[in-house]
């Protein structure tokens, strides 16, 4: 079983879509296989477009800080400081 990886990192806008760029050498390399379909390898990162429903979901938006982990062999992500719903 693999190492359960927890990483924290901000949400970028790239192309006008929602992205997370989670570096290879810095634990992307380790949540590759659990987010197999939802993500691409690119440029030395694991990038991962956040669709816009999902970001309302998590109430996030550009900039804000997000965690990533790997715990039950699943891609989970939150926010670590939700926004308020308006």
Known sequence: ???I???EGPVVKRDGQLVLLIPL???GEELTECSRGI???ENGFLKIVIPEWLAGVLRI???DL???NNVN???NISAVS???VH
Do not use: A, H, Q
């Open 82 to 84: 939700p926004r308020l």
């Open 1 to 3: 079983m693999n190492d």
């Open 25 to 27: 050498e810095e634990g």
């Open 66 to 68: 997000v965690n990533v």
């Open 61 to 63: 938006e550009e900039g």
């Open 5 to 7: 990886v927890s990483l």
């Open 39 to 41: 993500s691409e390898v």
């Open 73 to 75: 062999g699943k891609f």
